[in-house]
């Protein structure tokens, strides 16, 4: 999905992304998107609760073993490049943009 999403404004406005889904050729933007980076040290964590609400919401089988191969090349990642994991941040200044308020 690209182009307008109802709500006015982009969703992830850390990252531009033009991104297009292998499985079903679906192309997405920053208005239906977030990018997430495998060098941030709370995304294995993030992954892990996104599989559970997962599992609680009744995602396919399939579903929960893509979360679980992605959370184990996430882990695998990161302990392969421990000095480029850092903790998630927004920069002052650079990032004013990310802490503006929503539209809605």
């Keep these: ?3 307008d999403n109802g709500i006015g404004e982009v969703i992830d406005r850390k990252f531009e992304i033009q991104a297009r889904c ?3 050729d679906h192309v997405y933007d ?7 980076l495998a060098k941030d040290l709370a995304l294995p964590n993030t992954l892990r609760f996104y599989r559970s609400e997962c599992l609680r919401l009744g995602a396919a089988e399939n579903q929960l073993r ?4 992605l959370i184990e090349r996430v882990d695998r990642y ?3 490049n421990p ?3 850092k903790v998630p941040d ?3 200044g650079r990032g004013d943009h990310i802490l503006a308020p929503n539209r809605g």
């Design 1 to 3: 999905m690209i182009g």
């Design 22 to 24: 292998i499985e079903h």
């Design 30 to 36: 920053d208005r239906h998107a977030v990018l997430m």
């Design 66 to 69: 893509g979360i679980d191969l």
């Design 78 to 80: 990161q302990a392969a």
């Design 83 to 85: 000095t480029v994991c």
């Design 90 to 92: 927004v920069d002052d």
